[in-house]
């Protein structure tokens, strides 16, 4: 919970807001404590070049947020920092040391945790179990260690207590000894948040954390990922629902293309003329957010359906199944996709898979 506040926001946030006052608003933009810097990082799928980086820096104790539309390589981006996909070029560094070419499990016990758009619980294991799985790797995987008995006999105790703090701080203590595949999917995007933080990490990366969530537990997890902040950890996410990013982001980044094409406060972004252009062409003269109200109001879907309807049958000539093929190679989905469970983040996919589908038409011939 907040330390302290002022004037409504917490001391915390206006840290992160003061730190990020001046930054320019444009891509690449240095900021004055940078956690996680990447540079010129590529990463190619046959003739398509799905991460084109040429640099980004992100603000420790922040909160930032990475948008763009469907397939402007936001994922891949992820995976390529955390080490579950390889770079053909570039290099990025968390705290000043190196990471390329580390694997997950170092990237993780470096401080640098992810959580995935389809979430990655292992659904036989109980809450409990996959909780003491996200602290593997620690002290007591050594040999010498091993040994002694009483060393990782306290290492254990340790590991269960925090495992079972963090679940009554998500409240899912209730749950501890169920199956993670009889929860909900909130409940398992907050059972991958809470296993993340077991490895008391100081930056959390969420890959689209709202996506699959109960309109009940949107609330909830909204104050789980600014309590991160509160916490002193810093913050990336990848996210669709502009709701969210607008509530919690200190800071937005464009993807599109590949490419960061726009950085800045979230409303200066959202109503940048080259972000609004990556989400959807033709409506230069409006911001994002009125191009969801008429979204919800079915005008633009409507029009958005009938440009979609056109370019789609020449698409289904030509494009391979979409999101089958984004999963890196190295990365295993150990279930099916969490069901939408009629969250408010539709709205905001639809714009952004509207602009994905109608922008990857012509890009992704041939690509995968
Ligand atoms: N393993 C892969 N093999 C081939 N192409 C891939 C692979 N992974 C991703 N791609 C392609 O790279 C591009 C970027 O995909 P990525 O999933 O990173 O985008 P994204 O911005 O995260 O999209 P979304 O918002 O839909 O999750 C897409 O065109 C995708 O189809």
Redesign the pocket.
Known sequence: MPDDTMGGLSVRRERALAALADVPREPGAKKADPILVADDVK?Q??G?L??DVDHVEIQRGSITALI????????????LLTGF?RANNGSWSFNGRSLHGTPPYRVARIGMVRTF?LTKALSKLTVIENMRLGATGQRGESFWRAMFPALWRSQEDDITERAEDLLRRFKLDTKRDDFAGSLSGGQRKLLEMARALMVQPELVML??PMAGVNPALTESLLEHVKDLREQGMTVLF?E?DMDMVRDIADWVIV?GQ?KILAEGPPEAVMSDHKVIDAYLGAHHDQSLAELEEQLEGGALAEEVAAELGQEGAAADDEAPT??A?????G?TEDEAPTTTEGDGAQTADVT??AA?AAR?NG??KG??
Do not use: I, S
């Open positions: 990463r799928f046959g398509l799905a991460v763009g539309p469907n397939g402007a390589g936001k994922t891949t981006f992820f995976n996909d758009q890959d689209e990848v669709h993807m590949g979409a999101k093929d984004t999963t890196p190679p990365t952004a898979e994905g990857n890009d992704d690509g995968r």
